[in-house]
């Protein structure tokens, strides 16, 4: 079964330390796997998509195979960052499996 | 341009009674999905909708969830005889082609409580 494991509810980090967001999947083939966000009182929008291999905000999250991750990184937290965050995968091609959410708080 | 908008943006209503959720997605966008984001459960894929093909309605967690769209626009999202553990945020997004992935857009969404 296609599924995605955020192993953190809760995460809080100070600023200016790195931050790290656990995502695990189950997928047989080649995953497509994408962060989302949820800053508060905002929608929920993409943050980044592993096949584009961007920087966002400087967020990265590098897919590793054979841990079946897509950890998603930032080396110096801001207090901007406070927000929630999912990791999805894709199934089929549109539908999106998404992990339970970690709630990242930056503190002063 | 406008986004997706969803209606209401809160609902509470009494266990048993019928709901229906609105969703208009941005114009020109020929999927539209319904998720819906529960406390403790995450994201969960209800339906989808792709143009004239018959929808996916894999996500939906009993029959007493359907869904309409109606003119390839606006979609309801209709609960029948609420139950408790259906309160949650029903969460609409759109997105612009079917044939391949395309950047889902979301809505605000809906605040259900059922009491």
């Known amino acids: 079964a296609q599924r995605v494991t955020q192993p953190e509810k809760l995460l809080s980090v100070f600023k200016g330390a790195p931050v790290e967001l656990k995502c695990n999947y189950s997928?047989?083939?080649?995953?497509?796997l994408f962060w989302y966000v949820q800053y508060s009182r905002q929608r929920l929008q993409l943050l980044l998509r592993?096949?584009s291999r961007e920087s966002i905000k400087g967020f990265t999250a590098d897919l590793n195979k054979g841990e079946t991750s897509f950890h998603l990184k930032k080396p110096f937290a801001q207090e901007e960052d406070s927000a929630m965050y999912y990791c999805?995968?894709?199934?089929?091609?549109?539908?999106?499996?998404f992990g339970q959410g970690t709630r990242l708080t930056i503190n002063p | 341009g406008a986004g997706v908008s969803q209606s209401p943006s809160n609902k509470v209503t009494e266990k048993g009674k019928d709901v229906e959720l609105r969703c208009d997605p941005i114009?020109?966008?020929?999927?539209l999905y319904w998720y819906r984001q529960s406390l403790g459960q995450g994201l969960e894929f209800l339906i989808y909708?792709?143009?004239?093909?018959?929808?996916?309605k894999s996500g939906l967690p009993s029959d007493r969830f359907s869904a309409e769209r109606t003119g390839g626009s606006v979609s309801t999202l209709t609960i029948q005889r609420t139950q408790q553990e259906d309160s949650a945020v029903y969460l609409c997004?759109?997105?612009?082609?079917?044939?391949?992935?395309?950047?889902?857009?979301f809505g605000p969404g809906t605040r259900l409580t059922v009491l």
């Open positions: 997004a759109s997105s612009s082609t079917g044939g391949g992935y395309s950047e889902q857009f």
């Open positions: 997928y047989s083939g080649s995953p497509e």
């Open positions: 592993h096949i």
């Open positions: 999805a995968l894709l199934r089929g091609a549109q539908k999106l499996v």
């Open positions: 114009s020109g966008h020929t999927a």
């Open positions: 909708f792709q143009g004239n093909s018959a929808p996916d």
